[in-house]
T-cell receptor, first 115, second 114 residues
């Protein structure tokens, strides 16, 4: 099992550019989510999905879009990048569509810089 | 609403001495609680979790945590620190609101002195 994979590892964008962060998992997990990590703030939930075709907003969704066409993939799209979106982005998956106590498995992260 | 407060942003101990990382939580529901560890430039790894069974929870690498409902605390401890324990530690509260929702504390950076 590869677990949760993310691409790219690093990305530099100019303000106004768009891009997609890729996330895939091979554990057949129903639940997938995106977080951003900023210094001194822990991780904050951007969007999540409880299954193919179902997505919802988290704590900080503005400026980001998601879709879930398959169980395995959950891409995060930045429509028009802003310097405030400079952060480290983590994708995670779990059985968490069913209850609160499931472990979430995290990918290695994507470090994004917007200039 | 759920929230987590990690009481120390940075803890420094000597190798071989005990570790205590403090976490208080607030939750309107009966929570599940987790501790995750993040080594430099890596993703997050689960250390241990509490899901309303035993209040003393044992995790990997000799860590354990005790759930105290009366104090709304879930402190992480280890009897003897090792150099490899140097990392960022996150206390997390999880509730089910149609789906699993995680709320992270701000993190505690643990430094181990030789």
């Amino acid at each position: 099992n590869a677990g949760v994979t993310q691409t790219p590892k690093f990305q530099v964008l100019k303000t106004g550019q768009s891009m997609t962060l890729q996330c895939a998992q091979d554990m057949n997990h129903e639940y997938m989510s995106w977080y951003r990590q900023d210094p001194g703030m822990g991780l904050r939930l951007i969007h999540y999905s409880v299954g193919a075709g179902i997505t919802d907003q988290g704590e900080v969704p503005n400026g980001y879009n998601v879709s879930r066409s398959t169980t395995e993939d959950f891409p995060l799209r930045l429509l028009s990048a802003a310097p405030s979106q400079t952060s480290v982005y983590f994708c995670a998956s779990s059985w968490g569509g069913r209850a609160a106590g499931y472990e979430q498995y995290f990918g290695p992260g994507t470090r994004l810089t917007v200039t | 609403a759920q929230s987590v407060t990690q009481l120390d942003s940075h803890v420094s101990v000597s190798e071989g001495t005990p570790v205590l990382l403090r976490c208080n939580y607030s939750s309107s529901y009966s929570p599940s609680l987790f501790w995750y560890v993040q080594h430099p430039n890596k993703g997050l790894q689960l250390l241990l979790k509490y899901t309303s069974a035993a209040t003393l929870v044992k995790g990997i690498n000799g860590f354990e945590a005790e759930f105290k409902k009366s104090e709304t605390s879930f402190h992480l401890t280890k009897p003897s620190a090792h150099m490899s324990d140097a990392a960022e530690y996150f206390c997390v509260v999880s509730v089910y609101q149609g789906a699993q929702k995680l709320v992270f504390g701000q993190g505690t950076r643990l430094t181990i002195n030789p």
